[in-house]
């Protein structure tokens, strides 16, 4: 059965730091390419980090130079780090592992960017 478990979320002040992790499980996690999206409240699901198979990264414009996604493969996980975060960052964050046509979501952990 596969299991992508995402974890780290919280509440954070803007400026702050969060990182996000998503631990699978039931899949061979080296070969899928991992992904970060998020959903903010009345808004479309948006990509928002990619780590490729063979570790290339592409980010959305919107988290360029603040967030870093990063896989370890030993431990079937990948993370996103968040840095500088701001208001319009809160959303669910959702990680996503794709190989070919298949694909596997998590349930989400929830980030608020509040003061």
């Known amino acids: 059965q596969v299991q992508l478990v995402e974890s780290g979320g919280g509440l954070v002040q803007p400026g702050g730091s969060l990182r996000l992790s998503c631990a699978a499980s039931?899949?061979?996690?080296?070969?899928?390419?991992m992904n970060w999206y998020r959903q903010a409240p009345g808004k479309e699901r948006e990509l928002v980090a990619t780590?490729?198979?063979?570790?290339?990264?592409n980010y959305a414009d919107s988290v360029k130079d603040r967030f870093t996604i990063s896989r370890d493969n030993a431990k079937n996980t990948v993370y996103l780090q968040m840095t500088t975060l701001k208001p319009e960052d809160t959303a669910v964050y959702y990680c996503?592992?794709?190989?070919?046509?298949?694909?596997?979501w998590g349930k989400g952990t929830l980030v608020t960017v509040s003061s």
């Open positions: 039931g899949i061979t996690f080296s070969t899928y390419t």
């Open positions: 780590i490729t198979s063979g570790e290339s990264t």
């Open positions: 996503n592992a794709k190989r070919f046509t298949i694909l596997f």
